[in-house]
């Protein structure tokens, strides 16, 4: 019996044992992980420290507290502040406006309209919006809003262009956060009697929080350094515009497209330093949206 017993049982040995083809080939897959990492992070580390090095030639004090205004292509000094100040006014109105409209879409889809027919509607709108490029955001908006409508330039209009944007990118993180949510805590919710508002309020959302606002932030950044739907609707100004309704109002992108354009080396180390301050914005965005995801994190709840 104890002869039969050890047969059937295998050996450590035998099942620690690899073949040394099979040793070869996981090198080789390990080695070629290790490589496509490194030739994927060999131009995101160019880039960066390209910018670096070239912006930080006017990264100082006067970029960040002066503007444009009277200063020539060729002049030493002036600074990005209107633009610093036009970006994140024109953001914060394009937070305000695409998030509330896409999170609420994402709840219909997901909690009310699985299965009908205006959600495949929305649904399929959401994917066409998410490959619109974004001139046609601009050249709609202008269109809309300063041909049609009769206004005129300004932060607020570029804030439009840029929650159409916004939107489509918005609706999917949430609907798939919300998609995350176990139905279990739906069901438990509804059988004590729970209305399904309150569920999506108080349980469905706060569970999903920290992903949406991940989704809102990496939204965020990617509209922060969009270019061609500003030149179309808040113009170029050097000047401070502090009122996002009302004049053109400048804008990080519209600044270092402008001053790339000018072929003086002052002006080009003043691209370089504005391209520094707009990485260094959206860093700080994602830096803040892990720092909530962190802290909204279910195991310190």
Same mark, same amino acid.
């Given at each position: 019996?104890?002869?039969?017993?050890?047969?059937?049982?295998?050996?450590?040995?035998?099942?620690?044992?690899?073949?040394?083809?099979?040793?070869?080939?996981?090198?080789? /897959?390990?080695?070629?992980?290790?490589?496509?990492?490194?030739?994927?992070?060999?131009?995101? /580390?160019?880039?960066?420290?390209?910018?670096?090095?070239?912006?930080?030639?006017?990264?100082?004090? !006067?970029?960040?507290?002066?503007?444009?205004?009277?200063?020539?292509?060729?002049?030493?000094?002036?600074?990005?502040?209107? @633009?610093?100040?036009? #970006?994140? =006014?024109?953001?914060?109105?394009?937070?305000?406006?695409? /998030?509330?409209?896409?999170?609420?879409?994402?709840?219909?889809?997901?909690?009310?309209?699985?299965?009908?027919?205006?959600?495949?509607?929305?649904?399929?709108?959401?994917?066409?919006?998410?490959?619109?490029?974004?001139?046609?955001?601009?050249?709609?908006?202008?269109?809309?809003?300063?041909?049609?409508?009769?206004?005129?330039?300004?932060?607020?209009?570029?804030?439009?262009?840029?929650?159409?944007?916004?939107?489509?990118?918005?609706?999917?993180?949430?609907?798939?956060?919300?998609?995350?949510?176990?139905?279990?805590? $739906? =069901?438990?919710?509804?059988?004590?009697?729970?209305?399904?508002?309150?569920?999506?309020?108080?349980?469905?959302?706060?569970?999903?929080?920290?992903?949406?606002?991940?989704?809102?932030?990496?939204?965020?950044? $990617?509209?922060?350094? =969009?270019?061609?739907?500003?030149?179309?609707?808040?113009?170029?100004?050097?000047?401070?515009?502090?009122?996002?309704?009302?004049?053109?109002?400048?804008?990080?992108?519209?600044?270092?497209?402008?001053? @790339?354009?000018?072929?003086?080396?002052?002006?080009? !180390?003043?691209?370089? #330093?504005?391209?520094?301050?707009?990485?260094?914005?959206?860093?700080?965005?994602?830096?803040?949206?892990?720092?909530?995801?962190?802290?909204?994190?279910?195991?310190?709840?």
């Amino acid at each position: 019996m104890t002869a039969i017993g050890s047969a059937k049982k295998p050996s450590a040995s035998t099942l620690g044992s690899v073949s040394p083809r099979r040793k070869l080939t996981d090198r080789a /897959v390990q080695g070629l992980v290790y490589l496509s990492f490194v030739l994927a992070m060999i131009p995101l /580390v160019s880039v960066l420290w390209l910018v670096i090095t070239k912006g930080m030639a006017r990264f100082d004090g !006067d970029f960040f507290s002066k503007s444009m205004n009277g200063v020539a292509g060729r002049d030493e000094g002036g600074g990005a502040y209107h @633009a610093i100040l036009g #970006t994140l =006014e024109q953001v914060a109105i394009t937070t305000a406006i695409a /998030v509330p409209i896409a999170v609420l879409t994402a709840i219909y889809l997901v909690e009310y309209g699985r299965g009908k027919r205006l959600a495949k509607a929305i649904s399929f709108c959401v994917d066409v919006m998410t490959g619109i490029p974004s001139i046609v955001a601009g050249l709609f908006i202008l269109a809309l809003w300063l041909l049609t409508f009769g206004f005129s330039y300004s932060g607020f209009a570029g804030s439009l262009a840029l929650a159409i944007l916004m939107m489509p990118t918005v609706v999917r993180a949430t609907e798939e956060m919300l998609k995350l949510v176990p139905n279990d805590l $739906r =069901e438990a919710s509804f059988a004590l009697g729970v209305p399904r508002w309150r569920t999506i309020c108080f349980v469905v959302l706060p569970t999903a929080l920290t992903g949406i606002i991940t989704g809102v932030m990496l939204a965020v950044a $990617r509209v922060m350094g =969009e270019t061609a739907p500003l030149l179309l609707t808040i113009f170029v100004t050097k000047s401070i515009n502090e009122n996002p309704f009302e004049g053109p109002q400048g804008a990080l992108p519209t600044f270092i497209w402008d001053q @790339a354009a000018d072929p003086n080396s002052t002006a080009i !180390d003043r691209a370089w #330093t504005g391209a520094l301050t707009l990485i260094l914005l959206i860093m700080l965005l994602n830096l803040a949206a892990r720092l909530i995801a962190w802290l909204r994190r279910p195991a310190r709840r």
